[in-house]
């Protein structure tokens, strides 16, 4: 039996600064909480970060992805666990509060749905560029427009709609992904008839030819591709049994995307060299290789729904971070209020104004928006997983200590959560010293402080007025 923290437990009698009971509904299942998070993981990092990661590693960002890969089993795990305990719309956010503070909690949750709100616009910005290039009709600012307008509809829908919407949208991408490793293992096999095989020739001529900074500069475009899995644990307060679902999802989440993640770049990197046009699109660049007519096309197509999916699915993740930190008292009043349908219909609008900002921006500044936007995101993932990982450690020991029983125990504990934090620091000292990342990851470190002053601040100025109140009214 699982029980509702703090912050989502109804009362007989709520105190003045505690927010009004209000709860989202239950009504995700299971088979649409495992595919939401292929969906949130297989978007804009996989389909267009992939060639970026291969132009700046060459091969060698096989490395870089078998790295971040271990690193976001360990964190799933601890997710897992943390999220059947205490399912709850502000996940990690909350999980940081419970062992960190109020002040690291709320940090974590604001720095998470930045992220996400950013992310949202690069993915819609991405599938308007790839329809584009397939039908150069509507201007991509107009493309990505329209979608934004489309997700935050069926973000508002309710969230049975939305799992249903994104449970085929997840299908759709992972049996063309299918297919994909299907193709280019003909291509490699020299299975193909009238086809060259490339073999592992291109892989062996020059494996790393960066060096370890072009590791070091892959990595942070692999953690962003990762980035995104970690819904699995906000969704499972809208879901019948969280304990068993999120269980599931977490054991076949990773296994799926090491999957084709790992197969698929495998592929990309042994049919496209460093340099090659291809690898703008790198999918299509691997099938117009094949000789395949038609499928360079369809693939790109594919691309962009795989896109839209991870928009989806982010909104859905921003959102219910917003209404969870207003809920706590770490964001303003009228993010939480919901719908009758459990819809947090202001914390969804509020999550999409930067993604309707940067279709303006678009227009402005055609074809200099997307780039800019996925250097602002990939470190503050690391973030996010240290501060996962840290606080299953300390609220595990604690349930140990306490005799409270788990549903769902991570193995190899601590073992594991600890290796977890010690390959994340070594990703962060190869980061610092890589001229390529260390920029981005200073920024995030500014970036983390203000938002940790900024809620410090709240923090006090709420205990003011607590405190003022209280001598206003006098003793009771």
């Not at 490793?181 to 009238?194: K, R, T, Y």
Request: charge should be positive; hydrophobic fraction near 55%; include cysteine.
């Amino acid at each position: 039996m699982t029980t509702k923290s703090a912050a989502e437990r109804p009362t007989s009698k709520q105190p003045a600064n505690k927010r009004p009971a209000a709860h989202l509904g239950h009504s995700l299942r299971p088979r649409q909480l495992t595919m939401m998070g292929l969906g949130s993981a297989i978007g804009a990092g996989l389909f267009l970060g992939s060639g970026a990661g291969v132009q700046l590693a060459g091969p060698a960002v096989l490395i870089s992805y078998l790295v971040a890969g271990t690193l976001i089993i360990v964190v799933m795990w601890a997710l897992g666990e943390m999220a059947a305990a205490h399912p709850n719309s502000g996940a990690f956010s909350v999980y940081t509060e419970r062992a960190l503070g109020k002040t690291a909690g709320a940090a974590v949750g604001w720095l998470w749905w930045l992220q996400l709100v950013v992310v949202i616009a690069a993915e819609a910005l991405g599938a308007a560029a790839l329809l584009f290039s397939v039908w150069p009709v509507i201007p991509v600012w107009a493309l990505a427009l329209a979608f934004m307008v489309l997700f935050t509809a069926i973000n508002l829908a309710g969230v049975k709609n939305f799992g249903e919407f994104e449970f085929w949208f997840a299908i759709l991408k992972v049996t063309a992904i299918v297919l994909f490793l299907a193709i280019g293992a003909a291509l490699l096999l020299g299975l193909l008839p009238d086809v060259p095989s490339p073999g592992l020739s291109v892989i062996g001529a020059d494996f790393a030819p960066a060096g370890l900074g072009g590791i070091a500069a892959a990595l942070f475009v692999v953690i962003f591709a990762f980035g995104g899995t970690e819904i699995v644990s906000v969704a499972a307060a809208e879901t019948e049994d969280p304990a068993h679902s999120v269980g599931g999802a977490i054991r076949t989440v990773v296994w799926r995307i090491l999957v084709f993640y790992i197969g698929s770049v495998l592929v990309i990197a042994a049919v496209l060299p460093v340099g090659s046009p291809g690898l703008q699109s790198p999918f299509a660049g691997v099938l117009d290789a094949a000789r395949i007519p038609g499928a360079g096309t369809a693939i790109t197509l594919v691309a962009a729904v795989a896109l839209l999916s991870a928009l989806n699915a982010n909104l859905y993740g921003a959102s219910r971070m917003a209404y969870s930190l207003s809920q706590r008292g770490e964001a303003p009043y009228f993010l939480s209020k919901l719908t009758p349908a459990g819809v947090p219909v202001p914390a969804v609008l509020v999550s999409v104004a930067f993604g309707f900002a940067a279709t303006v921006l678009e227009l402005i500044f055609p074809e200099q928006i997307l780039p800019a936007l996925f250097q602002l995101v990939g470190s503050t993932c690391l973030v996010v997983w240290g501060s996962a990982l840290a606080s299953q450690l300390i609220l595990r020991r604690r349930a140990d200590r306490d005799g409270t029983e788990l549903p769902l125990r991570m193995k190899g504990f601590p073992a594991l959560t600890i290796f977890g934090l010690i390959l994340l620091a070594l990703i962060l000292a190869v980061g610092f010293w890589a001229e390529a990342s260390r920029i981005q990851l200073f920024s995030t470190l500014v970036l983390i402080a203000a938002i940790a002053a900024a809620c410090r601040i709240g923090t006090k100025i709420k205990l003011g007025r607590r405190v003022s109140e209280t001598a206003h009214r006098g003793p009771d």
